[in-house]
């Protein structure tokens, strides 16, 4: 996906209300960004580091720039390397409907009609997608954004505790027990990402619900993410191990 206007750069300074990031321009000017990330984003805020961000250009908006990515320090074998982490979790939804369009997650390809934000479920959520075709079971596609890396390529989720992510599990396995198909998809934005697992010293009820959801036969799909200042663009399949040794 491209940006509409390419993004700038400027130096993270802190974030604070969840919401809030202060940063700093080249020139030293201080500037308030909206940080749309409701998780703790643990291991992605590094005061110093580059970041880069969207402005709308709309002036009745009290933020009107928003936090789009990081520059991350990843330590691969022992050696710090610089990653970027798309940090705007509303992106995900956009880059795994453009990715399943473009028919190319071989385990989808067969759905034509893809609907949004669909209510469903004994507990009244709402599904990021819904997949449907004629002969085709329907299938009901939950999309997470995976940004906390914990070095040589692996990537946990969740980055905090999230009883909202449990009850999707839940309601997942309810739509394969219905006899339907579910998909827990992980939109991995972090290049420093080459594996996922789940994060269970954070989250160990979010944990034991995923590993009823697989055990039900929902299934797990990630993919990763290159990213620059002009696009950010899921292009290749990363494997999902349920047990990190």
Not at 2 to 27: H, S
Not at 114 to 134: A, F, K, M, P
Not at 169 to 176: A, C, N, P, R
Not at 178 to 188: E, I, K, N, Q, T
């Amino acid at each position: 996906m491209k940006y509409a206007n390419p993004l700038q750069e400027a130096r993270f300074l802190r974030r604070y209300k969840r919401f809030m990031a202060d940063v700093e321009l080249a020139d030293g000017s201080p500037v308030t960004l909206h940080c749309p990330n409701t998780g703790s984003m643990k291991n992605c805020l590094h005061p110093g580091c580059r970041v880069w961000y969207s402005d709308s250009n709309n002036p009745k908006r009290k933020y009107p720039c928003t936090w789009e990515q990081a520059e991350i320090p990843v330590l691969f074998n022992g050696v710090e390397r610089m990653t970027r982490a798309g940090l705007n979790t509303t992106m995900a939804n956009y880059l795994v409907t453009e990715l399943i369009n473009g028919g190319l997650v071989p385990e989808l390809s067969s759905y034509q009609d893809i609907r949004q934000e669909v209510r469903y479920g004994s507990q009244n959520s709402r599904i990021d997608l819904l997949l449907r075709h004629n002969g085709l079971p329907d299938c009901y596609v939950e999309v997470k954004s995976v940004t906390l890396a914990m070095g040589d390529g692996l990537g946990l989720f969740p980055d905090a505790v999230t009883s909202r992510g449990t009850r999707h599990l839940q309601e997942l396995t309810g739509m394969v027990n219905a006899g339907h198909r579910a998909v827990l998809f992980f939109c991995v934005q972090h290049t420093g990402i080459d594996h996922v697992s789940v994060a269970r010293d954070i989250d160990p009820t979010y944990a034991n619900e995923l590993h009823k959801a697989l055990e039900a036969g929902v299934e797990v799909i990630a993919w990763g993410a290159e990213m620059s200042s002009k696009a950010i663009t899921l292009t290749r399949p990363v494997p999902f191990c349920q047990h990190v040794k």
